[in-house]
């Protein structure tokens, strides 16, 4: 315990009589948290981009006129049993009718066709929306299957538009996962590209300390009292350079949130208020664990003498 | 206390820091060792410390085979014998307290023992005034001082002190001399390394004699003759 006490001082010591050293530490850090904070608020826009061009994505199932609605009831329960399902809305064969109208109100023609006919040629729809954009050919598929005919629906649906919007789903999807594989790709090159450069100032920090080391291992001081306030001094520049990131990017997504909000589609000051603690204990984590772990692989080359 | 049998220490081909020495240092001995520059003074004395490991031969600090010296048991010898540099090889970001704390805080000691012991010894060593210097604050005899305090702090069986009057003028060469001979007179065993010839003559103990890593001359009441 005394010897945590001293080797925890120890480190606060160092940190302050270092001096520039240190604070040039703090600034390397504080660049390398703030790329990973920048990538989290990125990976933010971009998973929202994809999840409202995703949520513009369904499939409808077309009833035949007078199907009886029973059965179109039957065949919703059973879809919504598919794990793949997110949600399945319907819409009655008078509320078709009434969207048509709502839709046309200004197309006279189109208006007075339908009233010519006088009956509702519209049938009753289903409108189905999967988690993901890829399964959607598996709920296409569950229509067609016999799982779909026991129930004697086959005969009352007049069609499914998956087929038709097939090409442009298949090539949402491959750009959407593309598009994730991309960004997570950037991601993690961008993060070591930081962690590495970081390690190596801290590296720098340590190696002007070599020889101090060298005194401390003669003195007869043991490896984890020399390396110790090291490992303290790394976890004070993680600290400092969390509060330092987390300070600079109020102002950042400040003016992001009023002057880029129409542009991106997501209010990043609001998303960066309403995540602030989950992003905070990320940076600080990634703070500390990079000023920890960097110092004590620094420090191990110098202490085996 | 200290066997050193047939050691060597060869770099490459062309060199040769030791060669085949044969040495025993008993406890409480004021023992010099001189010689020129590259004889293989520091070499010798780095063994026992196993800053330095022999490429043959061994050594011996009582019982412990110093060369086959785990980790940790290297930790706890270190901590039994006091170094005195050239360069002093003081903890430049701490001050004169510091210093001499950090030596005692390697060695277990409690808080009380340290804020007793150090401004006692740094009296002893007269730099009581020096107490709050860092090492750039002090002259060349003031760090030596301040070296030799660290060193005895622990009460140590031995000290090495290599060439610890190189960077001093006479007076405070005459001041560290006299300090190693008065640890002596209380029972520490003291190896000396220099070549200066004045000091040699002031301590008038056992000189031991280098040349290109050879022991040449070993004198029970020697004299500097190289």
Not at chain 2, 45 to 71: C, H, Q, W
Not at chain 2, 89 to 118: C, H, Q, R
Request: hydrophobic fraction near 45%.
């Amino acid at each position: 315990m005394t010897t945590l006490k001293r080797i925890i001082k120890a480190g606060f010591i160092n940190f302050k009589r270092s001096g520039l050293v240190s604070w040039a530490a703090v600034l390397v850090t504080t660049i390398t948290l703030s790329v990973i904070t920048a990538l989290i608020l990125l990976q933010a826009v971009l998973y929202f981009s994809l999840g409202q061009i995703q949520d513009k994505v369904d499939v409808t199932i077309y009833f035949t006129v007078g199907a009886p609605e029973d059965q179109i009831m039957l065949l919703k329960s059973s879809i919504e049993k598919l794990p793949e399902v997110a949600e399945v809305t319907y819409t009655s064969a008078e509320e078709a009718l009434r969207l048509f109208r709502e839709r046309h109100e200004n197309d006279y023609p189109t208006i007075q066709a339908l009233d010519e006919i006088g009956e509702n040629p519209l049938g009753a729809y289903l409108n189905v929306r999967a988690r993901e954009v890829s399964e959607y050919e598996s709920i296409a598929n569950f229509l067609k299957s016999d799982n779909a005919l026991v129930i004697g629906s086959a005969s009352i649906i007049d069609k499914v538009n998956y087929h038709q919007n097939k090409l442009v789903i298949d090539r949402l999807n491959s750009i959407i996962s593309g598009a994730q594989k991309l960004g997570f790709l950037t991601t993690l090159v961008l993060i070591l590209i930081s962690i590495v450069i970081t390690f190596n100032t801290i590296r720098l920090t340590i190696f002007i300390a070599r020889e101090e080391i060298g005194v401390m291992r003669l003195v007869g001081a043991s490896k984890a009292r020399v390396n110790g306030p090291f490992m303290v001094e790394g976890a004070i520049y993680g600290v400092i350079a969390t509060i330092i990131t987390l300070v600079i990017f109020l102002p950042i997504t400040i003016w992001f949130g009023r002057n880029m909000t129409s542009f991106l589609g997501l209010d990043l000051h609001n998303y960066y208020l309403s995540n602030f603690f989950q992003i905070f204990i990320i940076i600080l984590l990634s703070g500390i664990l990079l000023g920890v772990v960097s110092s004590y692989f620094a420090t191990r080359r110098y202490l085996n003498k | 206390m200290i066997y050193f049998n047939n050691v060597s220490k060869i770099y490459d081909k062309d060199g040769v820091a030791l060669e085949d020495v044969n040495l025993t240092i008993n406890a409480g001995e004021f023992v010099s060792i001189v010689g020129h520059s590259g004889a293989g003074k520091t070499t010798l004395v780095k063994m026992i410390l196993a800053d330095e490991r022999p490429t043959a031969g061994t050594v011996f600090y009582e019982s412990i085979n110093v060369n086959k010296i785990k980790n940790q048991d290297l930790t706890k010898l270190r901590r039994r014998i006091g170094v005195v540099f050239q360069d002093f090889k003081l903890l430049p970001n701490k001050t004169a307290y510091e210093n001499i704390a950090f030596a005692m805080e390697a060695a277990g000691k409690t808080d009380e023992e340290i804020s007793t012991d150090v401004p006692h010894v740094l009296e002893l060593v007269d730099l009581g005034d020096k107490i709050s210097h860092f090492p750039y604050q002090l002259s060349g005899g003031e760090k030596q001082r301040l070296a030799i305090a660290r060193a005895i702090i622990n009460q140590p069986e031995l000290i090495i002190a290599d060439e610890p009057t190189g960077n001093l003028d006479p007076i405070n060469t005459y001041e560290v001399v006299q300090i190693l001979k008065k640890i002596n007179d209380l029972g520490t065993t003291i190896i000396l390394t220099t070549h200066n010839q004045g000091v040699i003559e002031s301590v008038g103990k056992r000189v031991i004699t280098l040349e290109r890593g050879k022991v040449v001359r070993d004198d029970k009441d020697g004299k500097y003759v190289i």
